[in-house]
């Protein structure tokens, strides 16, 4: 069992959230989805070679995301009609209960643990989803980080650090299933800090009070939403890590991958209601991002999953 072994402590959250009853959402959806000709499939989970047209950010290392089909292979707009409306839906829901079964495993697996560095962990995770899905890319860098790195947002690359046995991590995996972005992350906890582990126990209360606020409001927008957030991580006693609260979500390659794009993403300047469609006319999907941190004591943890659905 790679990564574990007996006496490597690790605490992971219980998810609050109903992910079983989504995932049996899910499979109902599931059964009314289009079936995908072998030509697409192909084209879709080959392993793809880097495009030199199409280079990715700097800060994205060691992993290989593939590239856009090759000029008249068939894809998805070419091959089949543009997904439904529910059939995105299903395809997202269908992507992140794969990521979270991939958590799951983690924590099975007992991965993030005393003594590792966050790279070795980060590939160990990466080996993970292979084994479990096939080859999987993923649209953003793969993210694991431990200690006073926990405090850092998403833009930062922090030296490789080795993880304590009294020691905060947090992963953040972007993995794509069937050409659909998935967004998870979870925070461990190994010892038994009490500061630490109500900090990860309030990510699971703050994400919770985040989704309740976008449930109660159909106009709600990003600016609103972000309030909201910071507000309820306050009254808990942190601070936001970050610049914002989510983003959007969706096919890849993601067309809404400006990262400067205020209206891509969950801040304060963003005054348009999260509910609305795109330029296409389908509507936009969310994801919900808390990373609560602690200043004074210098840690920092992680959670983040889907938004509306």
């Given at each position: 069992m790679e990564g574990g072994g007996a006496g490597k402590e690790m605490l992971v959250?219980?998810?609050?959230?109903?992910?079983c009853s989504r995932i049996a959402v899910l499979f109902r959806a599931l059964d009314r989805m289009p079936r995908r000709?072998?030509?697409?499939?192909?084209?879709?989970?080959?392993?793809?070679?880097?495009?030199?047209?199409?280079?990715?950010?700097?800060?994205?290392?060691?992993?290989?995301?593939?590239c856009r089909n090759p000029a008249g292979a068939p894809t998805v707009s070419n091959v089949t009609d543009?997904?439904?409306?529910?059939?995105?839906?299903?395809?997202?829901?269908?992507?992140?209960?794969?990521?979270?079964?991939?958590?799951?495993?983690?924590?099975?697996?007992?991965?993030?643990?005393?003594?590792?560095g966050e790279r070795a962990v980060s590939d160990r995770i990466r080996d993970l989803a292979?084994?479990?899905?096939?080859?999987?890319?993923?649209?953003?860098?793969?993210?694991?980080?431990?200690?006073?790195?926990?405090?850092?947002?998403?833009r930062e690359n922090p030296p490789d650090r080795v993880i304590g046995a009294d020691d905060i991590a947090f992963a953040d995996f972007g993995p794509i299933f069937e050409e659909f972005e998935?967004?998870?992350?979870?925070?461990?906890?190994?010892?038994?800090?009490?500061v630490k582990h109500r900090l990860r126990d309030d990510l699971a209360t703050v994400f919770a009070a985040g989704r309740r606020a976008f449930e109660a409001d159909q106009d709600i927008t990003g600016k609103e939403l972000y309030a909201e957030v910071e507000r309820r991580a306050a009254e808990a006693g942190w601070q936001l890590g970050g610049w914002h609260a989510g983003h959007l979500v969706?096919?890849?390659?993601?067309?809404?991958?400006?990262?400067e794009d205020?209206?891509?993403?969950?801040?304060?300047?963003?005054?348009?209601?999260?509910?609305?469609t795109d330029e296409a006319g389908r509507l936009l999907h969310w994801i919900l991002e808390i990373h609560l941190v602690d200043l004074d004591?210098?840690?920092?943890?992680?959670?983040?999953?889907l938004l509306d659905l």
């Open positions: 959250p219980a998810d609050p959230l109903g992910m000709s072998p030509a697409e499939s192909f084209y879709l989970y080959a392993e793809r070679p880097s495009c030199p047209d199409r280079p990715f950010a700097s800060e994205v290392r060691g992993d290989q995301y593939g543009e997904p439904t409306e529910s059939t995105r839906a299903a395809r997202l829901l269908d992507a992140q209960a794969k990521a979270a079964l991939l958590f799951a495993e983690i924590e099975t697996r007992r991965l993030v643990a005393a003594g590792e292979n084994e479990m899905f096939g080859t999987t890319h993923y649209w953003h860098k793969r993210i694991v980080r431990s200690g006073p790195n926990t405090l850092l947002p998403y998935a967004d998870f992350g979870r925070t461990f906890v190994l010892g038994d800090d009490p969706g096919e890849f390659p993601p067309e809404h991958n400006d990262w205020v209206d891509s993403h969950i801040v304060p300047a963003n005054g348009k209601p999260l509910r609305r004591r210098g840690f920092g943890g992680f959670y983040e999953e």
